[in-house]
């Protein structure tokens, strides 16, 4: 494959990646019956289709009463909990919390995750450390 074809395939999968994330961005994830799910796969299976550990927020809607700091986040194949926040969080008219969950996440080429917000044992977490320099911020 000659560089012209490689450079027009990486833009039509950035075009297609940027296009799945508008749509996350605005699809709420519902809870109801004490979890909400989040799934998100690479279908291109492509090995220029991939992102390194980046910020996502998700707008959740919950149906249900639930505290907020009784929650956890967790990946469903292996159970393994995430760090997440909340932000943003307002009580709507008719009764409902609304919120955003913001995590870090990558995801390899060819790769997924189906993670799940339910009620738990939130584990805890290291703290970041923040270093501050003359003109940036290093967080770790």
């Known amino acids: 494959m000659d560089l012209f074809t490689k450079g027009r395939s990486l833009v039509w999968v950035l075009m297609v990646l ?3 994330l508008f749509a ?3 699809k709420p994830v519902i809870f109801r019956s004490g979890k909400a799910e989040i799934k998100f796969e690479d279908h291109l299976h492509h090995e220029f289709y991939w992102w390194p550990n980046t910020l996502l927020s ?3 809607i919950f149906e249900e009463k639930i505290a ?3 929650l956890i986040l967790a990946d469903q194949k292996s159970g393994k909990q995430l760090p997440f926040q909340f932000s943003g969080v307002e009580k709507s008219a008719d ?3 609304k919120a955003i969950l913001n995590l870090m996440a990558d995801m390899p080429a060819g790769g997924s995750f189906d993670l799940v917000l339910k009620k ?3 584990q805890n977490f290291d ?3 923040v270093e501050k320099k003359e003109k940036e911020i290093l967080l770790q």
């Open 24 to 26: 996350i961005g605005n």
């Open 18 to 20: 940027a296009g799945q």
């Open 127 to 129: 703290k970041i450390r």
């Open 68 to 70: 907020l700091e009784e």
């Open 95 to 97: 009764g409902k919390t």
């Open 120 to 122: 738990g044992s939130p």
């Open 58 to 60: 998700y707008p959740v």
